[in-house]
């Protein structure tokens, strides 16, 4: 299964400079929110193995390897999770390099919205027709980009006493319960696409 991982980032690596070019152009920027460059930088290799593997014949190949579905399935998911990882110490970097400011609480939200959106994208990803998946990664991306700001903020003000509940919590009870509901949402979603992948017939 480490292996799989291992596959996914040597298919990219040609394109790992444009990515990296592609978040140093919003840090440079200077306009955009950090928790945005975060979940950008966090989700464009997750999303570009998908695209990789729509192909008919990428899906053959990969059953005909001594790995079950499920250990397919389950490289898909804890690979996100390593990207994630390895995205947000480079952009962290650098931001670290050209002075922009970040707080622990940008990655935190960043993180825990990427799994969020690749625990919808993934199970979608083997439902949709092949071909179609990434664009609707990217138009989701942007309408929930544009939409999902203005609804927090407007769910704030009108919600005064569960935003002042939120605020009023522990720091550490806050990222404990927002970890707690990633994971079992991540989760959920990873049961599903397995049952999803394993009913496919390619």
Same mark, same amino acid.
């Given at each position: ?17 444009? $990515? ?5 152009? $919003? ?108 664009? $609707?990664?990217?138009?989701? $991306? ?61």
């Amino acid at each position: 299964m480490l292996n799989l991982i291992r596959r996914d980032f040597i298919i990219q690596k040609r394109q790992l400079l444009g $990515f990296i070019l592609l978040v140093l152009f $919003f840090v440079l920027m200077g306009r955009h929110d950090p928790a945005f460059i975060f979940l950008l930088a966090s989700i464009i290799i997750p999303v570009n193995t998908i695209a990789y593997d729509e192909k008919p014949e990428t899906n053959i190949l990969l059953n005909s390897l001594p790995y079950t579905r499920t250990e397919i399935i389950a490289s898909r998911f804890l690979g996100a999770i390593v990207f994630i990882i390895l995205s947000t110490g480079a952009t962290s970097v650098l931001m670290y390099v050209f002075n922009r400011p970040f707080s622990i609480t940008d990655i935190a939200i960043s993180s825990s919205l990427a799994l969020l959106l690749l625990s919808l994208y993934l199970p979608m990803s083997y439902i949709i027709k092949p071909g179609y998946s990434s664009p $609707f990664a990217l138009i989701s $991306f942007l309408v929930l980009a544009g939409i999902v700001p203005p609804i927090v903020s407007y769910l704030g003000e009108r919600l005064t006493s569960v935003t002042d509940f939120l605020l009023n919590l522990p720091v550490s009870i806050f990222y404990t319960s927002a970890l707690l509901l990633g994971i079992a949402i991540y989760g959920t979603s990873w049961g599903v696409t397995t049952l999803i992948y394993r009913r496919k017939v390619y």
